[in-house]
């Protein structure tokens, strides 16, 4: 998947909640780990890989973090992870974007002394999803759309809503 996120986006110029290990494999130009502070009080900006802790509440934070810094123009792209599924309910935006659900359970890993293993145990029935915030700036966004369809199509299937309905805020607030 992280490859995929690198292709998509060339690059990975942010990972705002990573470890010095885990970046071994991102290959972020930046990443923040949780010793320099309150990520959501810096601003975040280029492109951006995030997949937050599994804390829902957290999860839910960075994601809407990620959409503000993305709605300004500060984040360029982004591939977002997240095993919460209930997130496609509590953010219903997301669904203004491509997401692509994996065919395999994702390989989680952890940390264990100098290296990331992958967790045996783990034990989760849903295997998550990506959302993809394409690159409104430099690229036309189908463009992008096509670039994020193209690495994410062996990873899993990839969706995204092709109807226009501006009144779906109303909706949504009402239900």
């Not at 990972?15 to 071994?24: F, Q």
């Not at 395999?104 to 295997?127: A, F």
């Not at 199509?153 to 109807?163: D, L, Y």
Request: neutral net charge; glycine residues 6%.
């Amino acid at each position: 998947m992280i490859e995929a996120a690198r292709l998509t986006m060339g690059g990975i110029d942010l990972d705002p909640m990573s470890h010095p290990v885990a970046n071994e494999l991102v290959r972020a130009s930046e990443f923040w780990t949780s010793k320099d502070g309150d990520v959501f009080d810096r601003r975040w900006s280029g492109r951006v890989y995030l997949y937050p802790p599994r804390k829902s509440q957290l999860c839910t934070q960075a994601l809407e973090k990620l959409w503000r810094e993305h709605s300004q123009g500060l984040v360029t792209e982004a591939v977002f992870f997240c095993d919460r599924f209930e997130l496609l309910r509590a953010c219903p935006w997301l669904h203004d974007f491509p997401l692509c659900f994996p065919y395999q359970k994702p390989k989680i890993l952890r940390l264990t002394g100098r290296q990331l293993d992958p967790i045996e145990s783990y034990r989760n029935d849903s295997w998550g999803f990506v959302s993809y915030f394409p690159d409104y700036q430099s690229a036309a966004p189908v463009v992008a759309t096509e670039r994020f369809i193209k690495a994410f199509a062996p990873v899993g299937r990839v969706v995204q809503n092709c109807i226009e309905e501006s009144d779906w805020v109303k909706h949504w607030r009402g239900s």
